[in-house]
């Protein structure tokens, strides 16, 4: 996976915005390579207004410290852009997971700030209809299910325009 | 003059030669220690203080004249005219009157009526006892972090027994100008005297003799001139001393004591060895609570987050002065806000590890505050914390535990607590149990629980398994679902009511989306999606 992507990885101390086509397609899976090294390196993974409570065997069975997990859930929709800035900007949070609605260019330029500001690898999860609305992102995927594994189409990414989708097996 | 009457005078005069102490600098036996670390004139005290006391004792006595004022006045710092009332029969008197009072012609024991002629905007408080006790209270768990002897002298004066902290404070000025400051910052003004003895400390303070008596020996001369009000004896006392022309301390000293004795009754005579030193005073020690709780009477009603925040900024002082006393810290607090009318809030807090640092805590009132809505101003804040914790020790070791682990990501985890409640924030573990809604649980952020390694799981479970619909006898869900691996056969909880006989397989539908669903063994074989794979 980190071959495959654009800087060898996924972007520190950036946003990474991960548009899946339908829910169930992969698109956690992705990221969880990085939640497990990340959860070992003692450093704390945030998820912020999830939708729905992570399965906790399913985490613990893939590698993630489970002692490292911790579950935001806010309630109003000021509270959740409140929190997910609060945990990027920490720096003890290595990943902060998001799936934020309605957020404007600005919003999402404070939290891409806060991530810089505390080295943390930010992952918002959003709808698809979000493709073309402009963000301050390092990184923009865009996944559709391909067969029986995933094709991730890079809309944008930070020093290099790849416009070949890349296939991945999941 | 009668011969008989002369002799007699003669012999009590020389009496009370031989019982006076000799005036400073005379007869002094050997050059006075000094305690190592103090510079300039050096600090000393002597080793022995006369017949009746231990060794080298030194008292500091706090006096606040303007306590019935201050226990209002600290709660806000807005320059109103401000004075305390007492009630003589059905008139209102002024008591102590502040600076700005004072100003606009207000005088003590002026009638409050007359005193509205002169100050429209006068705040008039009754006088309150019970508070200024407590006030008194807490400035002595205050003080315990100067010295561990603390003792009380109601109703305005607190004594701390400071020779043994000379050393690590460098100096009795330096502990003075740190006790000030300390003070100052609950919004005390104290006048501090000190002396060998705990009651000539407290004369000196009652008079404003700031200068500190060290020498046992000069106590005589420092406290001849003194007026005898400030003894606090009975009335009837007091006018027999003034029939017999006696106006300070020094013309009772001078007096012989078998003749004080027996005119005045052995308790004036053990009051005034006392004050010298001659015999002891044993004083009552502070006993200090195991939990801290201070009150804050706020003068004027407030509803604006900013003053709370001040008038809270006071009692955290105090608690960091308790903890600090008690080397240790506090995991829980509240903050009950009385009203005028109906229930007091209260507001919580919870700390993920025992903290005693001002600026978090103080930061997670603020973010509390914020979210707070008042309905109504606030007239008293009463500040209590839990029992006291050790703190954890900020070593860097190489095994790093748990306890430490969990610190790093404490801040956050309460700020997110403070402003989005606790019931906001957790974490997951895992528990032992087959069943997949058993096999998990919320916990606090920070654990995880005994893991057995299973098969392939779905990152999202369902709370509750969701029926499918059924077409042409397979499952459906935004397309029919096509079974991609499976069966797993979870069978388990015969032994409480959630019998649980399951046949679990991995589906895909035509969409691409891959789901966790299952089949029951029992009638009626429904099919039901308990997870979503991610």
Redesign the interface.
């Known amino acids: 996976m980190d071959a495959v992507l654009p800087g060898g990885g996924w972007p520190q101390g950036a946003l990474t915005e991960i548009l899946p086509?339908?829910?169930?397609?992969?698109?956690?899976?992705l990221v969880i390579p990085a939640l497990m090294r990340l959860s070992r390196s003692?450093r704390?993974i945030?998820w912020i207004a999830p939708?729905?409570?992570?399965?906790?065997?399913?985490?613990?069975?893939v590698g993630i410290?489970?002692?490292?997990?911790?579950?935001?859930?806010?309630?109003t929709k000021a509270?959740t852009l409140?929190?997910t800035e609060?945990?990027l900007r920490?720096g003890?949070?290595g990943a902060v997971l998001a799936w934020p609605r309605q957020v404007n260019y600005r919003t999402l330029r404070r939290l891409q700030l806060a991530a810089e500001a505390g080295q943390a690898w930010g992952f918002l999860f959003r709808s698809p209809r979000e493709k073309n609305s402009p963000s301050p992102a390092a990184l923009r995927l865009r996944l559709?299910?391909?067969g029986t594994g995933l094709a991730a189409q890079i809309l944008k990414c930070r020093g290099g325009h790849v416009t070949k989708p890349i296939i991945l097996k999941v | 003059m009668n011969t008989k009457l002369t002799r007699k005078l003669r012999k009590n005069l020389t009496n009370v030669e031989q019982t006076l102490p000799p005036t400073s600098g005379e007869g002094h036996k050997s050059p006075l220690p000094m305690w190592e670390g103090v510079r300039g004139r050096g600090y000393s005290l002597p080793h022995s203080l006369g017949d009746g006391q231990g060794g080298g004792e030194l008292w500091a006595c706090l006096h606040f004249p303007q306590l019935p004022l201050e226990i209002f006045s600290r709660g806000d710092n807005s320059p109103i005219a401000r004075v305390v009332s007492i009630t003589k029969g059905n008139r209102k008197y002024a008591l102590i009157c502040n600076r700005e009072a004072l100003a606009c012609g207000v005088k003590p024991r002026m009638a409050i009526s007359a005193a509205y002629a002169l100050c429209a905007t006068l705040d008039v408080r009754q006088r309150n006892v019970a508070a200024e006790q407590e006030a008194l209270a807490s400035i002595a768990e205050s003080a315990q972090q100067f010295t561990s002897l603390v003792s009380l002298v109601p109703p305005d004066s607190v004594l701390l027994e400071v020779a043994g902290s000379l050393t690590l404070f460098k100096g009795y000025k330096n502990l003075l100008a740190q006790l000030k400051q300390g003070l100052k910052e609950l919004g005390y003004e104290a006048r501090i005297a000190a002396a060998p003895t705990p009651l000539g400390a407290t004369l000196l303070a009652r008079n404003g003799f700031e200068e500190p008596v060290i020498d046992p020996h000069q106590l005589h001369s420092r406290l001849s001139p003194l007026p005898i009000e400030t003894l606090c004896l009975d009335a009837d006392l007091l006018k027999k001393f003034e029939n017999l022309g006696l106006r300070c301390i020094g013309d009772c000293l001078r007096l012989p004591r078998d003749g004080l004795a027996r005119r005045f009754g052995p308790q004036l005579l053990l009051t005034f060895d006392k004050i010298l030193g001659k015999a002891p005073d044993p004083r009552q020690p502070f006993i200090p609570s195991t939990r801290f709780k201070s009150h804050l009477l706020l003068p004027a009603q407030v509803d604006s987050s900013e003053s709370l925040l001040f008038a809270t900024h006071r009692l955290l002082l105090e608690l960091t002065a308790f903890l600090r006393a008690r080397d240790g810290g506090i995991q829980e607090l509240s903050l009950v806000m009385t009203h005028y009318k109906g229930p007091a809030t209260q507001m919580d807090l919870k700390l993920v590890a025992p903290s005693r640092d001002i600026q978090h805590l103080r930061e997670l009132i603020r973010v509390q505050f914020d979210r707070l809505k008042l309905t109504q101003s606030v007239e008293e804040l009463t500040l209590c914390s839990g029992d006291v914790l050790p703190l954890l020790a900020q070593n860097q070791d190489l095994l790093v535990d748990r306890a430490t682990m969990l610190a790093t990501g404490s801040r956050l985890i309460e700020q997110l607590c403070a402003r989005l409640g606790a019931e906001a924030v957790c974490g997951i573990r895992t528990s032992m149990d087959h069943r997949p809604e058993q096999s998990w649980c919320v916990c606090a952020p920070g654990k995880s629980g005994e893991f057995v390694k299973v098969g392939l799981r779905p990152v999202w479970l369902l709370t509750k398994p969701r029926l499918l619909k059924m077409m042409r006898h397979r499952p459906r869900l935004q397309g029919p679902l096509s079974l991609r691996a499976g069966p797993e056969r979870i069978e388990s909880g015969w032994w409480d009511e959630g019998d649980v006989t399951r046949d679990y397989f991995i589906a895909a539908n035509p969409g691409g989306s891959r789901f966790w669903i299952f089949r029951e063994r029992q009638p009626p074989y429904s099919w039901f999606l308990h997870g979503i794979f991610s």
């Open positions: 086509m339908r829910e169930g397609i992969g698109e956690l899976r003692n704390w945030a939708p729905r409570m992570p399965y906790a065997p399913a985490l613990a069975t410290d489970l002692s490292r997990v911790l579950l935001v859930r806010p309630t509270d409140w929190a609060q945990a920490y003890k949070c559709e299910p391909l």
